[in-house]
């Protein structure tokens, strides 16, 4: 590694200088002083960054010779002399300090290694046990796995009782680093003992938990895990006490016992000072306690209950009601019908159904072609709460059974594992074995998914297992759909790529998904697993959505965002009509990446403000990735791949992680700081117990910041996360709001994944979507806008992104742009207040009754609809400037035609003013159009 001296006194360089040695532990560096006697700076480590601010590449020069000749071969005898121990005339220098570009750049006590001689003398120390463990505080945290900090090798065994300070019902967290010197240790295990008062002996036992040993996953249910420690290495073992509410205060003894499989325990005396004073609020009021590691195993928000909007769900004979849907389980577990009660716009719910299925839903099973039949022996009913109802089917034929395990939710989704198991010892070789979807082809008017793009559907579509995570599809018309996704045996949230093909769907190349448009109308899709010996247990794990999920909201036309990487001036926000800020990063409110408990009482003075000023605060906050500077860092990376991926880092990635991290994980998004440094994040797992911890610390955040909502950049979790949020934000602060971003997956690179079809089953808890890059807004059709952009489908409105967007196109779906991040929707926010679109309710262009249409038919018309008066939105999709008319039904309107007022408002940067009749001929540039308020 290159190594710099500087001339404190003059500011040069000193280029006489050479490194004679260099290690972790060690270094020996001879230099010319060119002020004589005086102070010298010494860099090493320097590094030059390059690549992009978001993901640096990090690269550290080899050392260069500078030194000049002359000064070389002088030295040249005292140089031989030093490299042998021997007496020269070269003066010594002694280092005053060390210093690092800031506190977070020092390496601390934790980092400096006991040099060889330091941990063989420890060694020697310890001959006789099968194992050392050095009790630490949760203020110095255990940071290397392959070498021990150099105060560990010196003051054992003195360093072997631990003394602890605690409050009455606070959650005191320790560490226990085991070293396994000898041998590899196997099954290591932790055991509390009880405490005893030092002044009266009485005894009071606490809750000992180790976070490493297991805990509760993200689904509510109990785990263990057996934890290894390679010989020679060091894991730290992070613990907490759950110290009673009223604990006596005073001076308590206990210790902690830690075994291996095979060998004889060790025991480390712990020492207990508990103050008079109680916690109020566990200690989680200060993060850099680690109190908040009990978060990683609670269950908060996991209950089988509704959550609103969603009524009880509700169960008459074989048919489930939901809000807007029935379906009517048959005999065999699956689907025979499915009807959706929506309006063609989604605006309200109606009291006719449209039934999605053209044949019940069947496994077909063939051999050698030919299918083959099978008889129901059960079916039956479990109400789960009053969110959740489960069945289960069980069936029989020649020389197979399969079961059926099913739960719907009051949502909609419909969660179906499929079990098949041969009836003989010699198994049963299928030719095929397929899931049979048969929609009415009148319904699924349009499709998206399974490596094609959002649009009209097709006639035929392909689709094989990949490496790409695009197994679902989305087949209907804006007010009836369905939606599958194939998915694994165990939870998964792969978001593009698929480290395994999914078993047991996956049977080879002749696995794969068929869509037909067959000759009686029907739109028929087939998952297919092509020839395979079913010799034991198959198991199938697929969902179903029937949709939409909900009518859509009124109140989009109410949500005004201002959304900026700072949080902005709250007089701008009023004054440009915003009333929900989003605040991205925020360099003193929302620091680092998906952590914001740092600056909470700016923030919370920053969200009071907002509100007396009427103005919603939402924050920046999801679980895909997390900052290393988060105060649990250390105990989650002593999870092992737990928490975070694990990766080959190469040089990607700030220059801190590189020189403070072991080898094994994965930089993503990093982020300039003020202070000219970085804040850099790890991707995090898909599902793991810190997204326990995450729900916890929305719940926090709520409670204790004010906060109104999150805006989710991605979702990297399952839709399980997301319903527990939407569960706590409602118990605790109804009226918050979820807003989901995105980029366009549909690319090669991606596998062209849809991304309204990767996060479907999130949409029953969002309030809004906002699907930005790569969507291209002037290329794309209507069809495309109706289903991949708009949200409407779905129950949802989304919001465009950046200055590239189309205003025109947008108002037909009734979205605009968000304030501060490119775009300017001001003067539009003025029409909607103007008009009060808030009372009007959509008829969409798509709509069998929309009062006012096009003679054109590539210029798109929808209505927003009240008492009294329509606004018209019109855009073109034609290539070349047209010249068009409307036609009017006034009596859905609600208007006189002898006494109609047209005109077309001025709107800054959007149309000038007109007065129309209506009989006129309208000119529509590519690309653009018109606002009509008819009156």
């Known amino acids: 590694?290159?190594?710099?001296?500087?001339?404190?006194?003059?500011?040069?360089?000193?280029?006489?200088?050479?490194?004679?040695?260099?290690?972790?532990?060690?270094?020996?560096?001879?230099?010319?002083?060119?002020?004589?006697?005086?102070?010298?700076?010494?860099?090493?480590?320097?590094?030059?960054?390059?690549?992009?601010?978001?993901?640096?590449?990090?690269?550290?020069?080899?050392?260069?010779?500078?030194?000049?000749?002359?000064?070389?071969?002088?030295?040249?005898?005292?140089?031989?002399?030093?490299?042998?121990?021997?007496?020269?005339?070269?003066?010594?220098?002694?280092?005053?300090?060390?210093?690092?570009?800031?506190?977070?750049?020092?390496?601390?006590?934790?980092?400096?290694?006991?040099?060889?001689?330091?941990?063989?003398?420890?060694?020697?120390?310890?001959?006789?046990?099968?194992?050392?463990?050095?009790?630490?505080?949760?203020?110095?945290?255990?940071?290397?796995?392959?070498k021990i900090p150099q105060h560990w090798a010196i003051l054992w065994p003195s360093n072997s009782t631990l003394s602890l300070t605690g409050r009455p019902n606070e959650f005191l967290t320790f560490q226990l680093g085991v070293f396994a010197f000898r041998q590899p240790l196997s099954h290591v295990h932790v055991e509390g003992q009880s405490w005893r008062h030092v002044s009266n002996g009485n005894v009071m036992d606490v809750p000992l938990r180790c976070f490493n040993m297991g805990g509760t996953n993200s689904s509510g249910q109990s785990f263990s895990n057996a934890v290894f420690v390679p010989q020679g290495k060091v894991q730290a073992l992070w613990l907490g006490l759950d110290l009673p509410n009223h604990a006596p205060s005073g001076v308590y003894t206990s210790s902690?016992?830690?075994?291996?499989?095979?060998?004889?325990?060790?025991?480390?005396?712990?020492?207990?000072?508990?103050?008079?004073?109680?916690?109020?609020?566990?200690?989680?009021?200060?993060?850099?306690?680690?109190?908040?590691?009990?978060?990683?195993?609670?269950?908060?928000?996991?209950?089988?209950?509704?959550?609103?909007?969603?009524?009880?769900?509700?169960?008459?004979?074989?048919?489930?009601?939901?809000?807007?849907?029935?379906?009517?389980?048959?005999?065999?577990?699956?689907?025979?019908?499915?009807?959706?009660?929506?309006?063609?716009?989604?605006?309200?719910?109606?009291?006719?159904?449209?039934?999605?299925?053209?044949?019940?839903?069947?496994?077909?099973?063939?051999?050698?072609?030919?299918?083959?039949?099978?008889?129901?022996?059960?079916?039956?009913?479990?109400?789960?709460?009053?969110?959740?109802?489960?069945?289960?089917?069980?069936?029989?034929?020649?020389?197979?059974?399969?079961?059926?395990?099913?739960?719907?939710?009051?949502?909609?989704?419909?969660?179906?594992?499929?079990?098949?198991?041969?009836?003989?010892?010699?198994?049963?070789?299928?030719?095929?074995?397929s899931l049979r979807i048969a929609l009415d082809g009148r319904i699924a008017t349009h499709f998206m998914g399974m490596g094609r793009k959002g649009g009209l559907r097709p006639m035929q579509h392909r689709w094989q297992w990949s490496a790409f995570a695009n197994n679902y599809f989305w087949a209907g018309k804006p007010n009836a759909g369905l939606y599958l996704k194939l998915k694994h045996k165990q939870p998964r949230w792969d978001m593009s790529w698929l480290p395994l093909y999914y078993k047991d769907w996956y049977q080879g190349t002749n696995s794969v998904c068929t869509f037909t448009e067959e000759n009686d109308g029907r739109f028929a899709a087939e998952v297919q697993t092509g020839p395979f010996l079913l010799s034991d247990t198959r198991e199938f794990h697929f969902s179903l959505i029937p949709t939409p999920f909900k009518p859509l909201p009124p109140e989009h036309f109410q949500w005004r965002y201002y959304h900026a990487d700072r949080a902005p001036d709250l007089s701008t926000v009023t004054q440009a009509g915003a009333n929900i800020i989003n605040i991205h990063q925020d360099l003193i409110l929302n620091p680092y990446l998906n952590y914001p408990f740092f600056n909470t009482n700016e923030l919370s003075q920053y969200i009071n403000a907002a509100h007396q000023n009427g103005v919603k605060v939402k924050l920046y906050y999801t679980v895909r990735e997390l900052s290393v500077h988060a105060h649990e860092f250390w105990a989650l990376r002593s999870l092992g791949t737990e928490i975070f991926q694990s990766g080959n880092p190469t040089k990607n990635g700030w220059s801190w992680l590189h020189e403070h991290l072991?080898?094994?994980?994965?930089?993503?998004?990093?982020?300039?700081?003020?202070?000219?440094?970085?804040?850099?994040?790890?991707?995090?797992?898909?599902?793991?117990?810190?997204?326990?911890?995450?729900?916890?610390?929305?719940?926090?955040?709520?409670?204790?910041?004010?906060?109104?909502?999150?805006?989710?950049?991605?979702?990297?979790?399952?839709?399980?996360?997301?319903?527990?949020?939407?569960?706590?934000?409602?118990?605790?602060?109804?009226?918050?709001?979820?807003?989901?971003?995105?980029?366009?997956?549909?690319?090669?690179?991606?596998?062209?994944?849809?991304?309204?079809?990767?996060?479907?089953?999130?949409?029953?808890?969002?309030?809004?979507?906002?699907?930005?890059e790569y969507f291209d807004y002037d290329g794309e059709g209507p069809d495309y806008w109706l289903i991949e952009i708009s949200g409407i489908p779905f129950g949802l409105y989304g919001e465009m992104l950046g200055s590239q967007t189309n205003p025109w196109r947008g108002m037909v779906f009734g979205l605009s742009n968000r304030l501060g991040w490119g775009g300017d929707p001001r003067h539009l926010w003025r029409l909607w207040d103007d008009f009060r679109i808030g009372e009007s309710r959509l008829v969409g262009w798509w709509d069998p009754a929309l009062p006012v249409h096009s003679s054109d038919p590539q210029i798109k018309v929808s209505c927003f609809v009240r008492e009294g008066a329509t606004l018209i939105a019109l855009a073109s999709w034609a290539a070349e400037t047209r010249n068009i008319t409307l036609s009017f039904n006034w009596e859905q309107l609600g208007l006189n035609p002898a006494s109609v007022n047209l005109e077309i408002p001025e709107i800054q940067n959007y149309q000038g003013a007109r007065i129309l009749s209506p009989t006129d001929t309208i000119q529509v540039e590519p690309g653009r159009g018109f606002l009509i308020w008819a009156h």
């Open 256 to 433: 902690v016992v830690v075994s291996a499989v095979g060998l004889s325990s060790v025991v480390v005396p712990l020492q207990l000072t508990i103050l008079p004073d109680a916690a109020s609020d566990r200690g989680d009021d200060n993060p850099a306690m680690l109190s908040r590691l009990r978060w990683l195993d609670s269950t908060l928000g996991i209950s089988y209950d509704t959550i609103a909007p969603y009524p009880p769900i509700i169960l008459s004979n074989r048919t489930v009601h939901v809000l807007g849907r029935t379906l009517t389980v048959g005999n065999n577990g699956l689907p025979e019908s499915i009807q959706c009660y929506f309006s063609p716009s989604n605006d309200r719910l109606v009291s006719e159904g449209v039934e999605l299925l053209a044949e019940p839903i069947e496994w077909r099973v063939e051999t050698q072609g030919i299918s083959r039949t099978y008889t129901n022996q059960s079916l039956s009913f479990t109400m789960l709460g009053t969110g959740a109802l489960q069945w289960v089917a069980t069936n029989v034929g020649n020389g197979f059974q399969f079961s059926v395990h099913a739960v719907m939710e009051s949502d909609g989704h419909l969660d179906l594992v499929t079990r098949f198991e041969p009836t003989s010892n010699n198994g049963l070789l299928l030719s095929n074995l």
């Open 662 to 772: 072991d080898p094994g994980f994965v930089p993503t998004w990093h982020q300039p700081l003020a202070n000219g440094t970085w804040d850099a994040a790890l991707a995090t797992q898909g599902v793991s117990r810190w997204h326990n911890y995450y729900i916890e610390g929305i719940q926090w955040l709520v409670r204790h910041v004010n906060l109104d909502g999150l805006y989710l950049d991605g979702l990297g979790y399952d839709r399980s996360i997301t319903k527990r949020m939407r569960r706590v934000l409602n118990s605790i602060k109804p009226g918050c709001l979820l807003d989901l971003h995105s980029g366009n997956g549909f690319d090669p690179i991606y596998g062209n994944i849809t991304t309204a079809c990767l996060y479907m089953e999130h949409f029953p808890y969002l309030d809004s979507i906002w699907f930005g």
């Open 1 to 146: 590694m290159e190594l710099l001296v500087y001339d404190a006194r003059s500011g040069l360089q000193v280029t006489n200088a050479l490194r004679l040695h260099g290690t972790g532990e060690f270094g020996q560096i001879v230099f010319q002083p060119i002020s004589g006697p005086g102070e010298y700076f010494i860099y090493y480590l320097p590094v030059r960054q390059t690549g992009p601010w978001w993901l640096p590449r990090t690269e550290y020069a080899a050392f260069t010779n500078r030194a000049e000749a002359a000064w070389l071969a002088e030295m040249t005898p005292a140089l031989i002399a030093l490299t042998n121990s021997l007496p020269t005339s070269i003066p010594e220098a002694h280092v005053k300090y060390w210093e690092a570009l800031n506190q977070f750049h020092q390496f601390t006590k934790m980092e400096i290694t006991a040099s060889p001689k330091e941990t063989s003398n420890l060694l020697y120390r310890a001959e006789g046990l099968p194992f050392l463990v050095f009790p630490e505080s949760r203020q110095n945290p255990i940071r290397m796995t392959g």
